[in-house]
């Protein structure tokens, strides 16, 4: 896979010396130890580990979802760790979206008052202009009047991607986007994924287990007993899966 000019002058997000612990004693279970990584603006990126590896872990803490042991965690310069409950709110309405497996569109809503939802919450109009250029991105200009029961799974999903990225956040986390879709609708999703990056200067953090998904992306990490063990630029589906095969499983190396 040919990976595009990306603008890296930039990093939309950072964990610096990352820790996340659950429980004491005996039940003490580190999920992330000791992570540092940069996420540049206007790159796509995967993660990727065996089942508790703390791929998703890593992904909540630095999306604001949840608190981390130690560390630090910043969107652009602003550090998570140092904001109040109703701060950090505010930061994840305003510079972060949020694509999950379930797609959350509310079935008493129309597509598009699902996409705007958001920043109707926030009391703000959305930019015409932007909003248009990501729901034709999203090819569903004509679903729009549409509720989600009369949507297939795969359009649901690119709602919800629209929605993400309708008020123009500073990154995007996804987490396993395609978990609930068939592959072909999984494709179109992770089509427009890419397309956002590579098109709209977008820049997108996805955990997946899938080595197809992350083939879409411009580079994959990978995580293993809550570290950060390898990365690998332009991959491909085929050394996805070969590295993936390292890991025994218990979600240890081998």
């Known amino acids: 896979m040919t990976t595009s000019t990306l603008d890296l002058t930039g990093t939309a ?7 996340k612990v659950y429980g004491t ?5 580190v999920a992330l130890d000791d992570v540092s990584v940069d996420f540049a603006t206007g790159q796509y990126t995967a ?10 872990t890593l992904m909540h803490c630095v999306a604001g979802l949840d608190d981390a042991t130690g560390g630090s965690i910043l969107i652009g310069d602003t550090d998570l760790t140092s904001l109040n409950d109703k701060a950090l709110t505010r930061l994840r309405r305003d510079k972060i979206g949020f694509i999950f497996q379930s797609f959350n569109l509310l079935p008493t ?20 202009e932007w909003l248009d250029t990501v729901i034709d991105t999203v090819g569903l200009r004509d679903r729009l009047g549409h509720k ?6 795969g359009q649901q999903q690119r709602v ?31 089509g427009f994924l890419r397309r956002s990056v590579r098109e709209m200067g977008q820049t997108i953090v996805m955990v997946t287990h899938d080595p197809v998904a992350a083939a879409y992306a411009d580079r994959v990490l ?9 990365e690998m630029a332009a991959p ?3 050394s996805v899966l070969e590295r993936m095969k390292q890991f025994d499983g218990l979600g240890r190396r081998s």
């Open 109 to 128: 809503l129309t597509a598009l008052e699902n996409i705007t939802l958001p920043m109707d919450i926030a009391g703000r109009k959305p930019d015409k």
């Open 222 to 230: 990978f995580l293993a007993d809550g570290r950060v063990v390898d």
């Open 13 to 19: 997000a950072r964990a610096v010396h990352l820790s």
């Open 160 to 190: 919800a991607c629209a929605r993400a990225l309708a008020s123009r956040p500073q990154i995007v986390f996804a987490d396993e986007p395609t978990g609930n879709l068939d592959s072909r609708a999984g494709a179109e999703v992770l």
């Open 148 to 153: 989600p029961t009369q949507l297939s799974g």
């Open 236 to 238: 491909t589906a085929e």
């Open 47 to 56: 993660i990727m580990g065996p089942s508790g590896s703390g791929k998703s």
């Open 25 to 29: 004693g005996d039940t003490r279970v």
